[in-house]
């Protein structure tokens, strides 16, 4: 059965659809898919999976893929966004392979649209989320490529800290709504929203600039999949993967909120991005933010620069 796309809530060319997934811990859920089709085919697409505490808004993103005869794709994650049930908790998760079976309807849907190459693009956690999928099915045949732009592979916190997830994830095995602090900084929002300092407009109640409290059980299914990117593993696509050069040390430094990556390390990126085997290149952004093509003009012309140099070298 097809369904037909409506106009998305960002216009301007944008369609979205509706994915019914299985039901889960917390019962009915769906993934909304998004597409901006570009007016030159060349049987090409992006799929797009965002990050957490966030949604696809990027507008300037689909523009640049589609001046290049790509067709861009977006998902909204079950329980983000779009996706967002009035029974869910916002943003939830208890096992990062859950969104695979979104991942793949959507890969399966684009194919069926007639695209011959998708390339997965994903963001900060979805970055880790499409690292694990090409890790798992690295023999899926519809996906071609993967594009990480700072991907979310190491929780940015002390060594105390660091040392206390293995017991935290332990804990949220069997207490998996004990609710913690996200620990992201709400000085990195404010620098990205048009009605404080920055230059983006998006739904503050999608992308608050203080994420809402994580659930126990959401950080130990992240905790899971990152570990499971700690040793070398082998894969099939081709990667190409984005950070900014330096990572904020001072988070009252406006000079660094502006210019560096104030959600995560970016040694920790360079560290774990090299234990992917296979056709890899890891590329430094001086001046990039947490998440790139959010960064300043300049800056971000630099982003489309690499991602579509190394998609050509794809041939």
């Known amino acids: ?69 790509i067709h861009f794709y977006a998902l909204d ?11 869910q908790k916002f943003n939830d998760i208890r096992d990062l392979r859950t969104y695979f079976e979104e991942i793949e309807e959507a890969l399966r ?24 999928f090409a890790k798992e099915k690295r023999d899926n045949p519809l996906f071609d490529a993967l594009v990480l732009n700072s991907p979310f592979f190491e929780f940015n916190q002390s060594r105390v800290v660091r040392k206390l997830l ?4 332990w804990v949220g095995k069997y207490m998996p709504e004990i609710k913690v602090a996200g620990g992201f900084t709400e000085e990195y929002g404010k620098y990205l929203h048009q009605a404080c300092l920055g230059e983006w407009d998006y739904d503050l109640t999608w992308k608050p600039h203080v994420a809402p409290r994580v659930n126990l059980g959401w950080v130990r299914a992240i905790y899971k999949a990152q570990r499971e990117l700690m040793k070398p593993f082998s894969v099939n696509a081709p ?44 590329v430094a952004i ?13 800056v971000r012309e630099n982003v489309y620069r690499e991602i579509f140099r190394w998609w050509e070298s794809l041939g």
Request: net charge positive; proline share 2%; hydrophobic share 40%.
């Open 109 to 132: 849907i684009i194919r069926e649209e007639g695209i011959r190459k998708t390339v997965l693009m994903g963001h900060s956690t979805g970055g880790l989320i499409i690292t694990l």
């Open 239 to 282: 990667f190409l993967i984005l950070h900014s050069e330096k990572s904020v040390t001072d988070i009252k430094d406006k000079e660094q909120i502006q210019t560096r990556d104030s959600i995560l390390n970016v040694e920790d990126i360079k560290r774990i991005a090299r234990n992917i085997r296979g056709d890899v290149n890891i």
């Open 166 to 169: 293995p017991l935290v994830a």
């Open 77 to 87: 994650l079950r329980k983000y966004g779009r996706s967002w049930l009035p029974h």
């Open 1 to 69: 059965m097809t369904t037909s796309y409506m106009e998305d809530i960002l216009k301007d060319g944008f369609e979205q659809r509706s994915i019914s997934l299985r039901d889960d811990y917390e019962g009915k859920a769906v993934s909304v898919l998004v597409r901006r089709l570009a007016i030159t085919d060349k049987g090409q697409a992006v799929l797009y999976i965002h990050g957490f505490n966030d949604y696809f808004f990027q507008k300037e993103m689909a523009f640049r893929f589609n001046e290049r005869g």
């Open 286 to 298: 001086p001046g990039g933010l947490h998440d790139l093509v959010l960064s300043g003009k300049e």
